[in-house]
């Protein structure tokens, strides 16, 4: 196990201002549920579910968002830990936390991990850290899950360093109109059902698949990134946009 691997339970909630920007966003308690469910076989859906393109797409954000002086890195939505896993691997780093909701994914989360990480249950919306206490935050097909974009998006402003960065990885509808005869009988029948077959869990992976078409534009989490006081917003496309990174500065 991990040393200082610390569970704090922070504040949740279900309001219906955190609707406001992810209509298809389930209650706190189901959401948690659904990712407790499929913590077990997460890692391989995503690979398998994605073309084992996820692991690519994450390899492509790191590149983006290191220059090199980052010391502190926090991981927001962890999951398994896949994101967080690869920062670690470029170069050695004074603090690393990983924060998610879910108690399954934080406890598979430490099996994967090394010692020396710092793990924390948690609330997205409310983070249990000091102002500018990391250099990187990032997260990984974790914005479609949360509640109230606004109050997420400051936290992490709150929280970094001046000149800090963020990146966050989302799966997107692409944009290329041949790509798209392909991806979105994909996402509607695919995607679900093979992925609540595996899982044994389908309304999971219909939620995920509905987010992913019912969610707001890249482009609007960007401008609403600048309306948040980050600067340096870009938008960087993979896949015909099917995934899509969105990077900050603060």
């Known amino acids: 196990s991990c040393m200082s691997s610390t569970d704090l339970d922070a504040r949740t909630s279900s309001s219906a201002s955190e609707k406001k920007f992810s209509p298809v966003a389930p209650e706190t308690q189901t959401l948690r549920g659904f ?3 499929i913590a077990a076989r997460y890692d391989f859906l995503n690979q398998f579910l994605s073309f084992n393109l996820d692991d690519y797409w994450r390899k492509k954000s790191r590149k983006l968002l290191l220059s090199g002086n980052e010391e502190a890195v926090l991981d927001l939505g962890t999951g398994t830990g896949k994101f967080l896993e ?5 170069k050695p780093w004074k603090r690393a936390v990983g924060l998610d909701f879910s108690q399954a994914m934080l406890e598979t989360c430490r099996k994967n991990l090394p010692p020396g990480i710092f793990f924390i249950k948690g609330d997205f919306q409310a983070l249990p850290f000091t102002s500018a206490s990391f250099n990187t935050v990032i997260s990984a097909f974790t914005l479609r899950s949360v509640g109230d974009i606004r109050q997420f998006l400051g936290e992490i402003r709150r929280v ?3 000149g800090g960065k963020t990146g966050l990885l989302c799966l997107t509808r692409p944009r290329n109109p041949f790509f798209n005869v392909l991806y979105y009988p994909y996402l509607n029948f695919y995607l679900p059902w093979v992925g609540g077959m595996i899982s044994g869990n389908r309304d999971a992976y219909r939620f995920l698949a509905d987010s992913i078409l019912n969610f707001q534009e890249p482009d609007d989490t960007a401008d609403m990134m600048r309306r948040t006081g980050f600067r340096q917003v ?6 015909f946009g099917a995934a899509t990174l969105i990077v900050g500065e603060k």
């Open 35 to 37: 990712f407790d469910g």
């Open 86 to 90: 690869l920062f670690l691997k470029t």
């Open 160 to 162: 970094l360093t001046a």
């Open 234 to 239: 870009r938008v960087h496309r993979f896949t």
